[in-house]
């Protein structure tokens, strides 16, 4: 294979906006590009060393690697796989009428590919940069491509508008699948200054849709801020700006982990109280009104995960987080409710929680969801374990409680952790 000697060829399918960014970017970086795609037009844009569409430099960059060699374009798939030892898919994945992501074009390109590679010496190393729902690179590219080729997804995180330094200077780099193969794609991108990310083919998968929603979510949510704002006379940008000025805890990995549903003093009566101010203003916030009502369902989801655990449950954590005493909309104590109105035998253990030192509204929010709280509560963490046949674990552990647990060896579900499927 050339690439034992030289730069591996890189064949790139589809010379759309990922495509044809991707193939004069890496052209730039001295592979040698071919692009295929069966739109004539944009093949031939290309051999003229003019970009198909408009983004900003790539004009320019399709001119120089097209009249240095490095950059070439063919409607030929036969021609243009001939001889590459790493094909980038960059077909379109639009929308279907349902909303489901249309997969027909890359379908189309594994079953065009089969044949081809057939006589190849080696494999084919096929990176899918196409956004792609998880388990599309095993059901429809493997699944059709055949035994010639290795299948790893490259989600691309380009940005139209300034494709050219994203490419260039990537925010992230993420290769999925079986390792080998992942490395050499991942060194297509050596030099660019991002360390890249090697995960399983399905997480690759998943990170682009993550990627892609938080940022929708992201601007939703300031448009909507932005929008009360106005409405209360308040300048939006100047709100947003200062929220963003916190790099601690808004602009962060923090409350970024899968886990438990939130709660406590805070985060629910606040947003209550903005949605319904909103409302009576006729503001209509679709998104910060559904918060509520997504965390309701992650603690049902939670509640049903517990139901189906057998015999007593001990449950680790009572207040709405580790390190506070305090129990006011704990979705812990909705959690007990749930499961002592199912007739459910269940004990708790808290480090910080002892009842006859809990005052005002913290005291009378678990009273008065659970008013027999004192029966139910162990003082110590192995009373609950001797007692226990299942451990719910709702808020993070100390390293000693953690060690007490795992040396329990009693069969335990971590709330406090993404869910395990
Ligand atoms: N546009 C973006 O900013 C962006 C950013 C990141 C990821 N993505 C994802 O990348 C993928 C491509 O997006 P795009 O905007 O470049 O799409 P696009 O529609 O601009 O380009 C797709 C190209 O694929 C070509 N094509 C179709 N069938 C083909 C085949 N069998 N062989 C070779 N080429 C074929 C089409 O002719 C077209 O030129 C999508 O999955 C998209 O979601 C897009």
Same mark, same amino acid.
């Given at each position: 294979?050339?690439?034992?000697?030289?730069?591996?060829?890189?064949?790139?399918?589809?010379? &759309?906006?990922?495509?044809?960014?991707?193939?004069?970017?890496?052209?730039?970086?001295?592979?040698?590009?071919?692009?295929?795609?069966?739109?004539?037009? =944009?093949?031939?844009?290309?051999? #003229? &060393?003019? /970009?198909?569409?408009?983004?900003?430099?790539?004009?320019?960059?399709?001119?120089?690697?097209?009249?240095?060699?490095?950059?070439?374009?063919?409607?030929?798939?036969?021609?243009?796989? /001939?001889?590459?030892?790493?094909?980038?898919?960059?077909?379109?994945?639009?929308?279907? #009428?349902?909303?489901?992501?249309?997969?027909?074009?890359?379908?189309?390109?594994?079953?065009?590919?089969?044949?081809?590679?057939?006589?190849?010496? &080696?494999?084919?190393?096929?990176?899918?940069?196409?956004?792609?729902?998880?388990?599309?690179?095993?059901?429809?590219?493997?699944?059709?491509? %055949?035994?010639?080729?290795?299948?790893?997804?490259?989600?691309?995180?380009?940005?139209?508008? *300034?494709?050219?330094?994203?490419?260039?200077?990537?925010?992230?780099?993420?290769?999925?699948?079986?390792? @080998?193969? /992942?490395?050499?794609?991942?060194? +297509?991108?050596?030099?660019?200054?991002?360390?890249?990310?090697?995960?399983?083919?399905?997480?690759?998968?998943?990170?682009?849709? *993550?990627?892609?929603?938080?940022?929708?979510?992201?601007?939703?949510?300031?448009?909507?801020?932005?929008?009360?704002?106005?409405?209360?006379?308040?300048?939006?940008?100047?709100?947003?700006?200062?929220?963003?000025?916190?790099?601690?805890?808004? +602009?962060? *990995?923090?409350?970024?982990?899968?886990?438990?549903?939130?709660?406590?003093?805070?985060?629910? =009566?606040?947003?209550?109280?903005?949605?319904?101010?909103?409302?009576?203003?006729?503001?209509?916030?679709?998104?910060?009104?559904?918060?509520?009502? !997504?965390?309701?369902?992650?603690?049902? #989801?939670? /509640?049903?995960?517990?139901?189906?655990?057998?015999?007593?449950?001990?449950?680790? %954590?009572?207040?709405?987080?580790?390190?506070? @005493?305090?129990?006011?909309?704990?979705?812990?104590?909705?959690?007990?409710? !749930?499961?002592? &109105?199912?007739?459910?035998?269940?004990?708790?253990?808290?480090?910080?929680?002892?009842?006859?030192?809990?005052?005002?509204?913290?005291?009378?929010?678990?009273? !008065?969801?659970?008013?027999?709280?004192?029966?139910?509560?162990?003082?110590?963490?192995?009373?609950?374990?001797?007692?226990?046949?299942?451990?719910?674990?709702?808020? =993070?552990? @100390?390293? #000693?409680?953690?060690?007490?647990?795992?040396? !329990?060896?009693?069969?335990?579900?971590?709330?406090?952790?993404?869910?395990?499927?």
């Amino acid at each position: 294979m050339s690439e034992a000697f030289n730069k591996p060829r890189v064949a790139v399918l589809g010379l &759309g906006y990922v495509g044809c960014v991707s193939a004069a970017c890496l052209a730039r970086q001295g592979y040698e590009v071919t692009g295929i795609d069966p739109d004539a037009y =944009k093949v031939d844009c290309v051999l #003229r &060393g003019a /970009a198909p569409f408009y983004e900003p430099g790539l004009d320019d960059l399709v001119r120089e690697t097209v009249a240095a060699g490095a950059l070439r374009a063919t409607t030929s798939l036969a021609e243009g796989i /001939a001889g590459m030892d790493i094909a980038l898919v960059c077909v379109g994945t639009p929308s279907e #009428r349902n909303g489901n992501l249309s997969t027909a074009a890359l379908y189309r390109v594994a079953n065009d590919l089969r044949p081809l590679l057939q006589d190849r010496p &080696g494999p084919l190393v096929v990176a899918i940069r196409s956004t792609v729902f998880p388990g599309t690179c095993e059901e429809v590219v493997m699944a059709n491509i %055949g035994p010639r080729a290795i299948v790893v997804a490259n989600p691309e995180f380009l940005r139209e508008g *300034a494709a050219l330094r994203d490419f260039l200077e990537p925010s992230l780099i993420v290769v999925g699948g079986e390792p @080998d193969a /992942a490395r050499r794609v991942a060194s +297509l991108y050596a030099g660019l200054g991002a360390e890249p990310c090697l995960v399983s083919l399905r997480t690759a998968e998943m990170i682009k849709y *993550a990627c892609n929603t938080f940022h929708a979510v992201k601007i939703a949510f300031a448009n909507e801020i932005g929008t009360l704002a106005a409405r209360l006379g308040v300048s939006g940008e100047e709100v947003m700006e200062t929220v963003c000025r916190d790099e601690k805890l808004n +602009l962060s *990995a923090a409350y970024l982990k899968p886990g438990f549903a939130f709660g406590g003093s805070c985060l629910p =009566k606040d947003l209550r109280a903005l949605v319904y101010r909103a409302s009576r203003l006729d503001v209509d916030l679709p998104l910060l009104t559904s918060v509520l009502p !997504s965390n309701d369902a992650h603690l049902k #989801r939670a /509640a049903g995960d517990v139901l189906d655990l057998s015999g007593r449950i001990g449950i680790f %954590g009572l207040a709405f987080k580790e390190n506070t @005493d305090d129990l006011r909309e704990s979705p812990t104590v909705t959690l007990i409710e !749930s499961l002592i &109105g199912k007739g459910r035998e269940v004990r708790v253990y808290d480090p910080h929680i002892k009842l006859d030192q809990l005052h005002g509204s913290n005291r009378s929010f678990v009273l !008065s969801a659970i008013p027999h709280i004192g029966r139910l509560l162990e003082t110590d963490l192995a009373g609950m374990l001797a007692w226990a046949e299942h451990v719910v674990v709702t808020q =993070k552990p @100390d390293s #000693r409680a953690e060690a007490v647990l795992a040396a !329990s060896g009693i069969p335990t579900l971590r709330l406090d952790r993404a869910p395990r499927c």
